[in-house]
């Protein structure tokens, strides 16, 4: 499970990578992508990467051009299937109201029910 930080990370690399294997982007890409109100900057960026690298979602590769620090990135399969991975805990979310929902519906009508008979 991904923290706040990485989740929104890591969809920042995989809307950089838009559907490829690999990309090459600045930190101040990812910044870009990144929500304002949380305040990152580029060692946090630096070091959430890393993790993500360690956790298996891709390789990633540090380089300079133009006196810029660059990162190369090359997805491995759960990169890739970071998207999906989404969907699914959305819809985990949602079978899970669903089913509170039922249950409480449930439990009102068993009550009525017992209230109609004993009451």
């Known amino acids: ?6 989740n929104e990370i890591m969809r920042a690399v ?3 990578c838009d559907g490829t294997d690999g ?10 992508l990144l929500p304002p109100k949380r ?3 580029i060692p946090k ?3 959430v990467l890393h993790d993500l690298s ?16 660059m990162y190369v ?16 805990r959305q819809r985990d979310i949602a079978f899970r109201i669903a089913l509170a929902f039922v249950g409480a519906l449930a439990t ?3 009550g009525l029910i017992i209230r109609g008979l004993f009451g």
């Open 108 to 110: 009102f009508l068993f």
């Open 73 to 88: 990135i090359n997805l491995k399969e759960s990169g890739m299937s970071y998207k999906r991975m989404i969907r699914q």
């Open 39 to 41: 305040k990152y900057d």
């Open 14 to 16: 995989y809307d950089l």
């Open 54 to 69: 360690y956790d298996g979602y891709f390789d990633i590769i540090t380089s300079e051009r133009k006196g810029e620090k």
């Open 23 to 32: 990309c090459l982007v600045s930190p101040v890409d990812i910044l870009c």
């Open 1 to 6: 499970m991904l923290s706040r930080s990485e």
């Open 45 to 47: 960026i630096d070091s």
